[in-house]
Every structure is written in C-alpha cells, then in structure tokens.
C-alpha cells in the first residue's frame, strides 16, 4: 500500500505539543514528511526542555498514523532534534554539560518559605517525569537535607573520565547537594565571601550531576554576595522569586527582580509565587483569612511585568511535612499537591517560553574597581 503523504501530515494537525498551544503542523514542530511506499518518516524538531514529552509526541504521532491506515502494515519512522540555538546555558563558548535548565529561587527577606517552595518544586517536577537537582546555595542556612530527609548522608566520591567528583545524595528522585553535608548540624558557617563562594563552585563543577533538565538553585536571602558569585559561575536560565503578601516582603521581593531584570545581570524572571497567602480552617474550608495581606505578590507582579506563577496557602501539613523531610507536595490527593502542580507546570511554560524568545544566557563578570563592586557581561 503507497501511503499519502497529505493525509499523513492533516492528521497530524490533531497533535499538539505541550507547552507550544499551535497543533505540530501548525507550529512547525514538523518539519517535514516523506513516504516510501509502506513507511512513513516524520522529521520533528522539539524546542521543550523535557524527554517525556519528546516521548509523548513519537507515541502520538505513531498511533495516530497507524489509526489512519489500519488495514495496512505501515512502518513509522521519527527523526527528532532539538535547534542547538536555543541551548540556554552556553558559557564562554561551551555549555555546562547534561544541565539543560538552570531555576535559580529567591527571596528579598528571609522567613518567606523560599527554601519549602523550591523543595516541593523540585520533587513535583520529579514527579512529572524531569530529570531534576537542586543546589542548597543558602551556606550560611542550609535546609535542603532536613526537607529531604537525608541530614546523615555524606556525599562519596566517585571517577568520571579520570576525574574524582561528587557523587549528589539523591531522595524522592531530586539530586541534591548542600553544605550542610559537610558540616554538623549544631555547626556554624562562619566564613566570608571568597571562601563560600569557593564551596560552592565545587558543588556546582566538581559534582557528577548527570543528565538534569532542571537545577533549582535555592539561594540566601536578599542580594548579596552569594547571589553575584552565583550567577559569576553559571548561566542562569531564569529566576522564580518568593514571597509573603505582606508590605515589607513585597518591599524586600521587588528589590529581588530587580537584582535580576537589572542591566549589568540581565537574568530573566520566569514570575513571582506568593506563599503563605491565605489560611482556611479545617472546619470552615470555605473561608480565606488572608492573614499577611491579599494577593500583594500578585499585584507586585503586575506592576513590575512579570507573570504571576500562583500561591501557596498557609497549611500546617506544608511545616511539618518539611520538618519531617518529606515535601508536602508529595501527599498524593492534597491540596497542596494540586497546588504545587499548578505552579510547577507555570514554571515549565515560562521556562519553555523563555528559551524560544530569549538568547543563551551567559554568566556575569564580576570585578573590583575603586572599592566598588562593577558587574559585567562576559
């Protein structure tokens, strides 16, 4: 049986890709169609930073073509790639190998739940099938290991290419390393910048991270040191910041996206997510007390121009959870699981927007001139 190729490709036009809205024909996703009597060979180009959906688009077009020649037996062959182009983590020439995406969290003020937010992030993207790390960059106050239940382990070392590195502790799948599996737990982090920013490039280069599509990076809070060698170190793809709706975290919030949407960094903010925005009693579940104010980090980022990634609300379960080293998003059936999965996938969209609209990003120079700090481009 000859196949047709203009059936193929108006059949075609019944997929859609996730986070693309335009069905693949539509969006160009493919490129082109070829029939060789009974085989088809579809040429599809993927600008998602996520395998399982590359996965989901072969299965689609598949059983989709074999669903229009049913009587036939038809071969279905399908070329993916990706545009090198749109890799956003180029630096110096050359990328930082097997990280795809680099999610740095921030908050102005400490006390905001910008640690909570990126853990049960980072185990909800697990959950939807990413490849996921997370880098605890808050030295002076790690959380990351008691969240995740692993405050005893210690990193081992292991040889990749000749090379001794460290080998990241995993739990709930999330890859994870933090100074605090380096130090004890009643042990004080009393170091300056150079030191801690010395740490920090040896967990981030010195690691056998593997294949991630995503990194989150839970920074300290407000704008400091850390934050500046940081983004001196790694491409960063773009920031998430946290914050309560009260007046004086939305103060210390604006004052985050502005480190990162200012000129000399230029990092992008893929949104703002307002935690601990409302409590509803168990009681009455259907009533709001909007306890620190209401929707003040939404309307921060309206004014400020950037998209508004959701909110989180005030749940007992959500602290002990964290104080018991199991993420609260994990809670099969909850809320908070419904929650964390609204935020998760806005920040994959925009995630995924940024790279098709924006160029690479590139690490930031940072050099010492006159007793002042200056910040350039590499």
């Excluded at 009974?38 to 180009?45: C, G, K, P, Q």
């Excluded at 910008?114 to 909800?124: G, P, R």
């Excluded at 997370?134 to 990351?144: F, H, R, T």
């Amino acid at each position: 049986m000859k196949l047709d190729r203009k059936e193929i490709l108006k059949a075609l036009e019944s997929i859609s890709i996730a986070g693309e809205g335009k069905n693949m024909v539509e969006s160009g996703a493919v490129t082109n169609v070829v029939t060789f009597g009974d085989e088809a060979v579809v040429d599809l180009v993927l600008h998602t930073p996520a395998m399982h959906i590359k996965k989901r688009a072969e299965d689609d077009i598949r059983k989709t073509i074999l669903e229009l020649f049913p009587s036939a037996k038809v071969k279905v062959n399908i070329k993916v790639e990706a545009p090198a182009a749109t890799n956003p983590n180029e630096i110096k020439g050359k990328t930082i190998p097997g990280i795809k995406n680099i999610i740095a969290v921030a908050s102005g003020k400490g006390g905001v739940g910008k640690s909570t937010v990126t853990a049960n992030l980072a185990v909800t993207l697990a959950k939807m099938g990413f490849n996921v790390g997370v880098l605890d960059a808050d030295i002076y106050g790690p959380s990351m290991p008691i969240m995740f239940d692993v405050e005893s382990e210690k990193p081992v070392s292991v040889t990749v290419d000749g090379k001794s590195k460290m080998k990241p502790i995993e739990s709930y799948e999330v890859k994870m390393l933090s100074i605090g599996f380096f130090t004890a737990p009643s042990q004080a982090v009393i170091w300056r910048g150079p030191m801690a920013s010395k740490a920090l490039n040896q967990m981030i280069f010195d690691a056998d991270w593997g294949e991630l599509d995503f990194m989150l990076i839970d920074l300290p809070p407000g704008t400091g040191d850390i934050h500046l060698s940081i983004m001196q170190s790694l491409p960063i793809t773009g920031a998430v910041v946290v914050s309560t709706p009260q007046a004086v975290a939305l103060a210390d919030a604006k004052k985050g996206v502005s480190m990162f949407l200012s000129e000399s960094i230029n990092v992008p903010v893929l949104g703002i997510i307002e935690n601990m925005a409302y409590f509803t009693p168990e009681e009455l579940p259907n009533n709001k007390y909007y306890i620190f104010g209401k929707e003040g980090a939404r309307n921060l980022a309206e004014d400020l121009g950037v998209p508004f990634l959701g909110e989180v609300p005030i749940v007992q379960s959500i602290r002990e959870a964290g104080d018991y080293g199991r993420p609260a998003a994990m809670q099969t059936g909850s809320v908070i699981e419904t929650v964390f999965e609204e935020i998760t996938r806005n920040v994959v969209q925009e995630t995924v927007r940024r790279n098709e609209n924006l160029p690479p990003s590139e690490a930031i120079k940072i050099t010492t001139m006159a007793g002042c700090s200056a910040v350039n481009k590499k």
